[in-house]
């Protein structure tokens, strides 16, 4: 229900609600789209085998996001 709430008050002030899939987010490289288990060395550490990028594993996420 809140997200229906959500939607209705930002169309009334000119936004709009986008709704995202969380699937993988944690596990894609934000950097260059690979999406490997392997990248999550821990819970706060995100380090891509391909790219070579690393970071907080929750900016990552939320960057994917």
């Known amino acids: 229900m809140f997200p229906a709430m959500l939607k209705y008050k ?11 899939d969380p699937a993988y987010t944690s ?3 934000s ?7 392997a990248s999550r060395k821990d819970q706060a550490t995100f380090a891509c085998g391909h790219s070579g990028h690393s970071e907080n594993a929750d ?5 994917n996001i």
Do not use: H
């Not at 009334?12 to 609600?17: A, D, I, P, Q, S």
């Open 27 to 29: 596990q894609t490289c």
């Open 10 to 20: 930002l169309a009334e002030r000119g936004g709009r609600l986008e709704e995202v």
């Open 59 to 63: 900016t990552n996420a939320a960057r």
């Open 31 to 37: 950097c260059c789209g690979t999406i490997d288990k």
